[in-house]
């Protein structure tokens, strides 16, 4: 016999509460690591990682909870893999892309042509066998890893600093000139084919001199069909070189040139409220350019990090959380032991949001509502909003939001919950509830957004 109609609309209305709860608790506990936040804004959250430490229990478990992709920190350098001409060890690097994929993690691959940590041997070339050796590393390298790395810097770190916008003097650069970059590029498309190809660089971070030189070289690239996928920022930073203010405007000039971007080596000199802010707004400038697919700290602990007396990581020396960690968890919209965002705010301070109200389903006694809630211009942190009730209507249940109610019993204030607080520019999410109406069909009035 089928149900009443009634009863089959309560049914429906205690399936959906049951559903929306489980996946509620479900997303709240899988919020709590780096790597779950980020993933629930479709992106990554990573470190680099040296073999060696692999073995040392509270760094593989820290970077096993809360990181979901590694770069190995040295391991896959031309000195570490071909230090000698054609004879390849890959024992380190090995050793840390089956780690990351015993765990589903990511790897980028770093780094094919590089200046630095470069064997003597390569730099004694003369031209002709210099472009094929550099082939025949890329070659070899990329063949060992295929399908194992989703993107590779295939040349890092090609351009000066200062205001010359010129190449730097490398053994490449010196003896094949500009079209080494090409010819880099073209050579590992033909190796995996599969694997996106990324250009990596440091002091790039804001819009200036450098930066420039990559994004036309990029943008001649994506003219001419020479295969490039994506620009590294390495993001390192410190009072000397700090967050630049343009850092999310620069990641998307180069993003509208047809590229993913990433953040990655991302580390901020610094302790306490400061540098939790900084990468906070890094964090957040990264969620607010679509084509930033994923951020990368050069480090899990400030025992090991390339410059450990400036402390620029997340995990203290002893593996404690610091309030950095904290912050850029809520930055990703994830909410951990420690709580609040450490005071990052809105870097933009014009934090908006608007907000439109329907009822998606109605029945006798009952109805769900549905708010959509807009982020305005700026990125934004979180968000309030206000529903008045006509009595004796009561909300019997709410999702993916939190409930504060006035005296009068009323006044429904929702903010947002653990993961759905923070908004890129003119994104939205929802919440929803199912109301009773005890007699009144009548429609909540709809306060104005509040965003933070
Ligand atoms: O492993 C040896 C050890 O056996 C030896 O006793 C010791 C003595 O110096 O050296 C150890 O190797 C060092 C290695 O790091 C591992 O700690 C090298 O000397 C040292 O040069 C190397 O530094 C690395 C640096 O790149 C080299 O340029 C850092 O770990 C690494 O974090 C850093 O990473 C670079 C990125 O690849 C590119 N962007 C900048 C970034 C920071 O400099």
Wanted: charged share 15%; aromatic share 10%; with cysteine.
């Amino acid at each position: 016999m089928p149900m009443p109609r009634r009863a089959a609309q309560a049914f429906t209305a205690v399936l959906l509460a049951a559903s929306t709860v489980t996946a509620l608790s479900h997303t709240a506990a899988a919020a709590d690591t780096l790597g779950s936040a980020a993933a629930g804004k479709a992106r990554y959250f990573g470190a680099a990682v040296a073999a060696n430490h692999l073995g040392e229990s509270a760094y593989a478990s820290t970077l096993d909870r809360e990181f979901n992709q590694v770069t190995p920190e040295n391991e896959m350098k031309w000195d570490a893999t071909e230090g000698t001409r054609n004879t390849f060890t890959f024992g380190a690097a090995d050793q840390i892309v089956s780690h990351a994929q015993g765990l589903n993690m990511k790897v980028r691959g770093h780094t094919l042509v590089w200046h630095s940590q470069l064997p003597s041997w390569v730099s004694g070339l003369a031209a002709t066998d210099l472009r094929s050796a550099m082939n025949n590393h890329i070659t070899q390298v990329m063949q060992h890893y295929k399908g194992k790395i989703y993107a590779w810097d295939v040349v890092n770190e090609a351009y000066q600093d200062g205001s010359s916008g010129a190449l730097r003097s490398s053994p490449f650069a010196d003896k094949l000139g500009s079209g080494f970059l090409e010819e880099a590029f073209r050579t590992a498309r033909g190796v995996d084919p599969n694997a996106k190809l990324c250009y990596n660089d440091y002091n790039t971070d804001g819009v200036n001199a450098k930066s420039n030189a990559v994004y036309a070289m990029v943008k001649d690239f994506k003219s001419r069909g020479v295969p490039i996928d994506c620009v590294g920022f390495q993001s390192h930073f410190n009072s000397a070189s700090p967050v630049p203010s343009d850092y999310q405007a620069n990641l998307q000039r180069f993003a509208d040139l047809g590229v993913d971007v990433q953040i990655t080596e991302l580390d901020i000199e610094g302790s306490g409220t400061a540098q939790a802010n900084n990468y906070s707004n890094v964090v957040k400038a990264c969620l607010a350019v679509t084509r930033c697919t994923g951020l990368t700290v050069w480090g899990i602990t400030d025992k090991y990090s390339w410059r450990s007396s400036g402390t620029p990581l997340l995990f203290d020396s002893n593996y404690g959380k610091k309030p950095a960690y904290d912050a850029t968890l809520a930055a990703l919209g994830g909410s951990g032991t420690g709580g609040g965002d450490g005071g990052g705010g809105n870097p933009g301070g014009n934090a908006s949001c608007t907000v439109s109200f329907t009822r998606t389903s109605d029945w006798n006694d009952g109805y769900n509502g549905e708010v959509v809630v807009k982020a305005g211009s700026a990125p934004i942190n979180g968000w309030t909003v206000t529903l008045t009730f006509t009595p004796p209507q009561k909300v019997a249940s709410l999702w993916n939001g939190t409930a504060a109610w006035d005296s009068s019993g009323n006044v429904m204030t929702v903010r947002a919950a653990s993961y759905n607080g923070s908004l890129a520019a003119g994104a939205s999410t929802s919440f929803g509830f199912t109301a009773v109406k005890n007699g009144n069909n009548s429609t909540p009035a709809l306060g104005a957004c509040t965003a933070s």
